[in-house]
């Protein structure tokens, strides 16, 4: 039987696949993601609310072997083959050798590689590991190794892998599997007035304090580690108190659900549609702040659009769908 779906984990994931389609609106335009204040403050939560979602989704009080191999094939098959088949297929198309991405990457398509690694470390530690305690003791130990990596500022391993981004991410993965794990308190927590205000004024003095200058390595752990956390916190917070908004049949909500319900294929599509003004014309360069936003979100809007119509489409063959889009 299938799981009944939690509405507002599918509507945290439209708000960050809309985010992230955001991002790379800008980012191709030739402004980069978080060159401002307030693009730090719109698209800080946009990928961990993804990693997060993912390993509440994720948890396993215990794994057999059979368990575990069976979730790391399906994950294999849902994450990993489209994805190469989307890299593969888009060098092919620019006439490059497609065999680079063992030496340069899976480029925009790094996502859904470090998504399974999650996956796969989260698994391979569930099946090894029986007691819970010490279970959740790694997970955090290895969450607080990754925030140290961070100071590293540089790639490490094969670059298809890329390792850096594991370790930049799976801490928000570690988050979801233990807000499922105590789902009591957890939402408990998310309700509670007094952590609400905390995580809300925190996310704004980060802010305030971001526009100070400050010694780089103060100013990267803000940037990357207390913005995002906050951030992520606040979002969800908000989330969880409006669930029942969430689980009324609306037009609006059933908008929501199919967008959160298709955000994997939706990211691997957004590539072939977004704009490239090259070169930049001069009304472009020089939009305000406000209508920029404006504008790159009116494109997120009209691609999302256009992936959900391809979806469709693609999605009449059931092996294009599994392969191709990722989708059961």
Known sequence: MEKKRIAYLDALKCLAILLVIDIHVRSGNGFKPYDTLSAQMIYAPAIPLFFFV?????????MSIKDAWDNIRKKFVFLVIP????????????QKNCLRLLTEGMHGYWFTIVLF??????????????????RIGV???LSVAGIGMLAIDKDFGPAILDLRRVTKFFQFFVLGTLAMKFRPKYESLMHNEVFKAIFLLSYFIVVFLLAYKLPSVIYL?????????????????????????????TKVNSL??????????????HYFFLPHFRPQPEWFAELDMVTLHLVSMLYTVAITGLCLVFIKFLSNSTYIRKYVLGKK
């Open 54 to 62: 993912s390993g509440f989704l994720a948890y396993k009080q215990s």
């Open 83 to 94: 994805a190469l088949v989307f890299r593969i297929g888009m060098d092919l198309m620019n």
């Open 117 to 134: 690694e999650c996956f796969l470390i989260y698994y391979l530690i569930t099946l090894v590991i029986k007691n819970e305690k010490w």
């Open 139 to 141: 997970l955090l130990a």
């Open 221 to 249: 752990f803000l940037q990357d580690i207390a913005l995002r956390y906050f951030a992520t916190f606040a979002i969800v917070s908000f989330f969880v108190c409006h669930e029942n908004s969430f689980q009324t049949q």
């Open 256 to 269: 929501i659900n199919l967008i959160g319900q298709n955000s994997l294929a939706i990211y691997l599509l």
